[in-house]
């Protein structure tokens, strides 16, 4: 066998096999230099953590993929060409022995190419600080699952093209791989999800093993390491591995069809998959799949007529959600019904009284209508429940289950969905709670710890687990991705920075964030959205920027004076620091038009009509003038003028 692998990498001498090694080992290093600054660099602005230059950089793991294709046919292909079958063919297991030095020589080239990547990564990790040992592990296993072996079944598919199809054929096959295995293939896989269904766009992708997703990087998640991604690499193995059993002429069978039929078990283990967050195109992306369900189930909003004074919750967290929720319940009336909400992904096993007798439902989509037996009234229901979130996902690499989403019943039917986004609200009135969890990731709860799990009086509980860690930040308790963590100096400047801004109009937010926890959880699939919510017990936040947070309790001391919100928010960007001189160079003196839209936030200002005209007012008046009167409007409960009136007075009062 070692005469067998050194005769193998001698073949190297090829020229086309010597050309495409070099050309692999050349492209990794332009593709990570692009992400690494310096000369070949293509942002002009640095990374603020390692986790968006890891995920630009393993998004081109499709090349490294079709050099080991290539190169896998190109090697393999010589064993007819150069009689090597001939030559070995007659020993013992001669073919197979062949066939298995070429594999072995092709594994230790997709070693290398891993290596190659990981190696940038983790400089990646020193330069822009922030990397934890949980997150080294996550990017470890992402560098297996999407190049080592994806270049590996590349390699096995290359060898099987060589013993099975002729020069031309395996070209086109070839190409067909290479597209399939593309972002390219996402159109195509929308097409078959509308037309042939979510389990025929789903079959379709068992090809696209290397990393698909583009986008930044969910910092509470990390890189989707689920176990149905490694069903999905097995399969190809197995399957591989039986073809290429039959290809070596060996006499006994049975391992290739061993082989195949675990493969079909870990096709299985990949189509029946539980909770994940799937960002990559394709029929599974999470978010399409809530945005094609909802648009056919549109969500219900009506407060419930009845109290819960106790939720009992019992969770267990694997691959999916294993729930018990036990509530006490107060109605007056006799034989009513009783409305909650629990997320459709979680499928109703269970639902009884406290005595353990069955209670009739009605259940449609999130929402379920509970009858009471005739002439009783419910005082206690048991929920028993299983499946998945959706983006409230649940699963062994990591949890976000967040107060006010139905992975445990709310009283009432409350939107899970609203307007391409999931939103974030405080349910109902304080209960008393108590929570035991098991979970094969580090979790932290907005509960406090009791005896057994956790208990406490408040409105929602949260989970975050996963990748994230709790610790003080400028006063703050801030519960968050690990990376999100390191950077939360950065987060929490800005935020400070919006909240002296706002203090020079006569807000005080200077103890706000600082009264209880705040969970920070990255959701970056969405645009739109409130960007926190207050429970009686702890803040939840999703965001980055921060500053997002400081204008929000603008608008709730605002509530009622929308017109002067729009005026506060304008003048609040010129008095930040962080966005004074974009709203100075854009928005002060010669008013520039609206591609400054970009650079700083006007949606709360009430757009480019609000802004240009305090910009010429402080042209006009200068600063401090403008911003005395901005806070006698502001102070001024009997002032109705609207955001334009005020705007146009202080001009004319300018020319006059």
């Given at each position: 066998m070692?005469?067998l692998?050194?005769?193998?990498v001698?073949?190297?001498?090829?020229k086309?096999?010597?050309?495409?090694g070099?050309l692999s080992?050349?492209a990794a290093?332009?593709?990570?230099?692009s992400?690494?600054?310096g000369?070949?660099?293509?942002y002009?602005?640095?990374?603020?953590n390692?986790?968006?230059?890891?995920?630009?950089?393993?998004?081109?793991s499709?090349?490294p993929?079709?050099?080991c294709?290539?190169?896998?046919?190109?090697?393999?292909?010589?064993?007819?060409?150069?009689?090597l079958?001939?030559?070995?063919?007659?020993?013992?297991?001669?073919?197979?022995r062949?066939?298995a030095?070429?594999?072995?020589?092709?594994?230790?080239?997709a070693?290398?190419?891993?290596?190659?990547?990981?190696?940038y990564?983790?400089?990646?990790?020193?330069?822009?600080?922030?990397?934890t040992?949980?997150?080294?592990l996550n990017?470890?296993g992402?560098?297996?699952?999407?190049?080592?072996?994806?270049?590996?079944?590349?390699?096995?598919?290359?060898?099987?093209?060589?013993?099975?199809?002729?020069?031309?054929t395996?070209?086109?096959v070839?190409?067909?791989i290479?597209y399939?295995?593309?972002s390219?293939?996402?159109?195509?896989?929308?097409?078959?999800?509308?037309f042939?269904?979510?389990?025929?766009?789903?079959?379709?992708?068992?090809?696209?093993?290397?990393?698909?997703?583009r986008m930044?990087?969910?910092?509470?998640?990390?890189f989707?390491?689920?176990?149905?991604?490694?069903f999905?690499?097995?399969?190809?193995?197995?399957?591989?591995?039986?073809?290429?059993?039959?290809?070596?002429r060996?006499?006994?069978?049975?391992p290739?069809?061993l082989?195949?039929?675990?493969?079909l078990?870990?096709?299985?283990?990949?189509?029946?998959?539980?909770s994940?967050?799937?960002?990559e195109?394709?029929?599974?992306?999470?978010?399409?799949?809530?945005?094609?369900?909802y648009?056919?189930?549109?969500?219900?909003?009506?407060p419930?007529?009845?109290?819960?004074?106790?939720?009992d919750?019992?969770?267990?967290?694997?691959?999916?959600?294993?729930?018990m929720?036990?509530?006490?319940?107060?109605?007056n009336?006799?034989g009513?019904?009783?409305?909650?909400?629990?997320y459709?992904?979680y499928?109703?096993?269970?639902?009884t009284?406290?005595a353990g007798?069955?209670?009739?439902?009605?259940?449609?989509g999130?929402?379920l209508?509970v009858?009471?037996?005739?002439?009783?009234r419910?005082?206690?229901l048991?929920f028993?429940?299983?499946?998945?979130?959706?983006?409230?996902?649940s699963?062994?690499?990591?949890?976000?289950?967040?107060?006010?989403?139905?992975?445990y019943?709310?009283?009432?039917?409350?939107?899970?969905y609203?307007?391409?986004?999931v939103?974030?609200?405080a349910?109902?009135a304080?209960?008393?709670?108590?929570?035991?969890?098991s979970?094969?990731?580090?979790?932290?709860?907005?509960?406090?710890?009791?005896?057994?799990?956790y208990a406490?009086r408040?409105q929602?509980?949260?989970?975050?687990?996963?990748?994230?860690t709790?610790?003080?930040?400028g006063?703050?308790?801030l519960?968050?991705?690990?990376?999100?963590?390191?950077?939360?100096?950065?987060?929490?400047?800005?935020?400070?920075s919006?909240?002296?801004a706002?203090?020079?109009?006569?807000f005080d937010?200077?103890q706000?964030?600082?009264?209880?926890?705040?969970?920070?959880?990255?959701?970056?699939?969405?645009?739109?959205y409130?960007?926190?919510v207050?429970?009686?017990?702890h803040?939840?936040?999703?965001?980055?920027p921060?500053?997002?947070v400081?204008?929000e309790?603008v608008?709730?001391?605002?509530?009622?004076?929308?017109?002067?919100?729009?005026?506060?928010?304008?003048a609040?960007?010129?008095?930040?620091?962080?966005?004074?001189k974009?709203?100075?160079?854009?928005?002060?003196g010669?008013?520039?038009?609206?591609?400054?839209?970009?650079?700083?936030?006007?949606?709360?200002?009430?757009?480019?009509?609000?802004?240009?005209?305090?910009?010429?007012?402080?042209?006009?008046?200068?600063?401090?003038p403008?911003i005395a009167?901005?806070?006698a409007?502001?102070a001024d409960?009997?002032?109705?003028?609207t955001a334009?009136?005020?705007?146009n007075?202080?001009r004319?009062?300018?020319?006059?």
């Open positions: 070692k005469r692998v050194c005769l193998t001698q073949r190297f001498r090829k086309s096999l010597l050309f495409a070099i080992l050349a290093h332009f593709q990570c230099l992400y690494l600054g000369p070949f660099s293509k002009a602005v640095e990374a603020v390692p986790s968006m230059v890891n995920a630009m950089t393993l998004s081109y499709l090349v993929f079709l050099f294709l290539f190169i896998g046919y190109e090697l393999s292909e010589g064993i007819r060409a150069e009689n079958q001939e030559t070995w063919g007659p020993a013992q297991n001669g073919l197979g062949v066939i030095a070429h594999l072995l020589v092709l594994a230790g080239f070693l290398l190419l891993t290596l190659q990547y990981g190696a990564n983790i400089y990646a990790c020193i330069r822009y600080q922030g990397a040992v949980g997150y080294g990017l470890l992402a560098h297996l699952l999407y190049l080592f072996l994806p270049c590996l079944v590349a390699s096995c598919m290359g060898t099987a093209l060589a013993l099975f199809a002729g020069r031309y395996a070209y086109g070839m190409v067909l290479g399939l295995s593309s390219l293939f996402a159109e195509l896989l929308e097409a078959v999800n509308v042939g269904g979510r389990a025929a766009g789903r079959l379709l992708t068992l090809f696209t093993l290397p990393y698909q997703d930044i990087l969910d910092e509470d998640y990390g989707g390491v689920e176990g149905y991604r490694l999905r690499v097995a399969f190809w193995l197995l399957l591989l591995a039986g073809l290429l059993w039959l290809g070596c060996l006499r006994r069978r049975w290739a069809l082989c195949g039929g675990l493969a078990l870990c096709a299985g283990g990949f189509f029946f998959r539980g994940a967050l799937v960002r195109d394709g029929p599974d992306r999470t978010s399409d799949v809530l945005y094609l369900y648009s056919e189930n549109p969500a219900r909003d009506q419930a007529d009845f109290t819960v004074n106790s939720c919750l019992k969770l267990k967290i694997t691959d999916r959600l294993k729930g929720a036990a509530l006490t319940v107060e109605k009336e006799v009513a019904d009783c409305r909650f909400t629990l459709h992904g499928k109703l096993t269970s639902l009284d406290g007798n069955p209670l009739d439902y009605k259940r449609e999130d929402y209508t009858s009471p037996p005739a002439g009783e419910l005082e206690q048991v028993q429940y299983r499946g998945e979130g959706g983006l409230s996902y699963n062994r690499q990591a949890v976000f289950l967040p107060a006010g989403f139905g992975y019943p709310l009283e009432g039917w409350v939107p899970l609203e307007d391409y986004e939103p974030f609200a349910v109902g304080e209960k008393d709670f108590t929570l035991q969890v979970s094969s990731c580090p979790l932290e709860v907005s509960l406090p710890p009791a005896e057994k799990g406490g408040t929602g509980v949260t989970l975050l687990g996963g990748l994230v709790r610790g003080d930040c006063g703050m308790e519960v968050s991705a690990s990376l999100s963590h390191q950077m939360g100096t950065l987060f929490w400047d800005e935020y400070q919006r909240v002296d706002a203090a020079q109009l006569g937010f200077s706000k964030l600082k009264d209880k926890p705040v969970f920070l959880t990255d959701q970056s699939d969405w645009v739109d409130t960007p926190f207050e429970f009686s017990d803040y939840l936040c999703r965001v980055p921060m500053r997002w400081a204008d309790f608008h709730q001391a605002l509530a009622d004076a929308p017109e002067k919100e729009k005026v506060a928010q304008t609040i960007l010129l008095l930040d620091e962080r966005t004074r974009a709203f100075e160079v854009n928005c002060v010669t008013g520039l038009p609206e591609p400054m839209l970009g650079v700083i936030d006007l949606d709360r200002c009430g757009g480019w009509e609000v802004v240009q005209p305090f910009g010429e007012a402080v042209f006009q008046l200068g600063e401090e403008v009167q901005v806070k409007y502001l409960g009997t002032d109705a003028r334009l009136e005020f705007l007075d202080l004319r009062g300018a020319e006059g």
